[in-house]
């Protein structure tokens, strides 16, 4: 098959986040098959075209999200003239191949469901109040104040509820109707596709569950399970949607129950939409009494991360709703016991004793399984193993190509019908 790949992020240019690391290893998955793949990508440094191993990519230089649609449009259709795609695949965020679906319909087309815009906002909803909206203004008084102090130009007031280039409702709307015009929508975890029928009305002929694949580093791979192990942790973007203010609530009572466990939080801060404050800042409030015992290491580059497993025992991800969250892949790559969420894709990956499952807003639950896993080395080590093993089998390339295939031959029959109808 002739497919391309369209993807504003994309390594190493815009590795912003699970989608970049997807796109690659799919492209890498579908090229070593003997597909011919192009991928279409955004960069902030550079244009042109880059010739892998295996694929192709097209990189489109200076651009934004929302000027993207177009400008990759524009490139897959001088690519298409020479030698037309058989399918095409975008995310449904910011609905990026929209502009492809609208001026080549007879190329079948593939939405991946990575994780809405409606499902992003739903899952950070929290309550700001009075004392949010003061934290705010005030730290923003100081930035500036300190730049004042320093002899510098202040920075440009950030609004806490910063538009972009459009609207939350219009993004939502655009990406919904864009999954809809599609020949097929596909999602990596069923939880996926059950909110896209209940809240998108997509058809059961039009979704298909297809997980990513996931092929983990060797690094971590070799990562050793420690039997004394005490450190808990938690990587990734410290995000009110993944569930670290939730965790925050927990850790006073694991810290308490065992005075040798230590916490290490890795990732970079975001808001907290409720206190409006940096979330690196809201921990260190809400813990004062325990930040002895708590490290907050910030954002770690990717080639870092196997170092960063090999310092915690313990993974939690109590996530208030996640699709396919790879960094708990990475934490099973890496044969840590994990502590996840039962909302989302979360619960597909740990089932069978890979980890413990809790339910969201649940920091006693939290606690709990923390604690059962820091009482027995025996039963974190076999989920550990578990874990490690569950990646290998689950989510290799010979597990997950077929199923790629399948659904772009499926997309490809179900547009060659409509066409036809």
């Known amino acids: 098959m002739r497919i391309a790949l369209v993807s504003y992020e994309f390594p190493p240019d815009t590795a912003v986040g699970g989608i970049a690391t997807y796109s690659e290893q799919v492209a890498e998955l579908l090229g070593s098959a003997g597909h011919s793949v192009e991928v279409f990508a955004a960069s902030g440094t550079r244009g042109g075209t880059e010739e892998r191993a295996s694929y192709r990519v097209h ?22 003239a020479l030698q037309a795609f058989d399918v095409v695949e975008g995310p449904e965020i910011w609905a990026e191949a929209r502009k492809i679906r609208e001026q080549y319909p007879e190329v079948a087309h593939v939405v991946k469901l990575h994780t ?47 538009a972009q280039w459009l609207n939350e409702t219009e993004i939502e709307s655009i990406e ?31 979704r298909m569950l297809v997980p990513n694949p996931y092929i983990p580093r060797e690094e971590l ?73 708590v490290e907050l290491v910030g954002g770690r580059p990717l080639a870092a991360m196997p170092e960063e497993y090999a310092q915690i025992d313990i993974c939690i991800f109590p996530s208030i709703w996640e699709n396919f969250p790879n960094v708990c892949l990475e934490a099973m790559a890496a044969g840590r016991a994990v502590v996840g969420s039962t909302a989302g894709g979360m619960a597909e990956m740990l089932r069978d004793g890979a980890g413990i499952l809790i339910p969201p807003h649940s920091p006693q639950r939290i606690a709990e399984a923390a604690l ?46 409509r066409r036809l109808n």
């Open 59 to 80: 990189r489109i230089h200076g651009l934004d999200r929302k000027t993207f649609p177009d400008e990759a449009a524009k490139i897959f259709g001088q690519r298409n």
């Open 116 to 162: 809405p815009t409606e499902l992003v906002r739903t899952a950070n909803y929290c309550k700001s109040g009075i004392k949010g909206w003061f934290r705010h203004n005030i730290s923003q008084a100081r930035i500036a104040a300190g730049a004042l102090w320093r002899g510098r130009k202040p920075p440009a007031y950030v609004h806490r509820l910063a």
């Open 176 to 206: 919904r109707e864009y999954t809809r015009e599609c020949d097929l929508a596909v999602a990596p975890s069923q939880a996926m596709l059950d909110w896209a029928e209940s809240n998108w009305s997509i058809p059961s002929n039009q």
């Open 221 to 293: 791979l070799k990562v050793k399970l420690r039997p004394a192990g005490k450190v808990i942790g938690f990587m990734g973007r410290l995000e009110y949607r993944k569930g670290i203010a939730d965790l925050v609530e927990a850790i006073p009572q694991i810290l308490e129950a065992d005075p040798e466990v230590r916490v290490r939080i890795v990732g970079k801060p975001l808001w907290h939409p409720g206190t409006v404050e940096p979330f690196d800042t809201y921990i260190r409030r809400r813990l004062r009494r325990y930040m002895d015992r």
């Open 372 to 417: 059962q896993f820091l009482k027995s080395p025996e039963l974190r080590i076999a989920a550990g193993e578990k874990a490690r093993q569950t990646v290998l089998d689950r989510y290799s390339a010979a597990a997950i190509l077929p199923i790629v295939e399948e659904s772009y031959e499926t997309a490809i029959q179900l547009n060659r019908v």
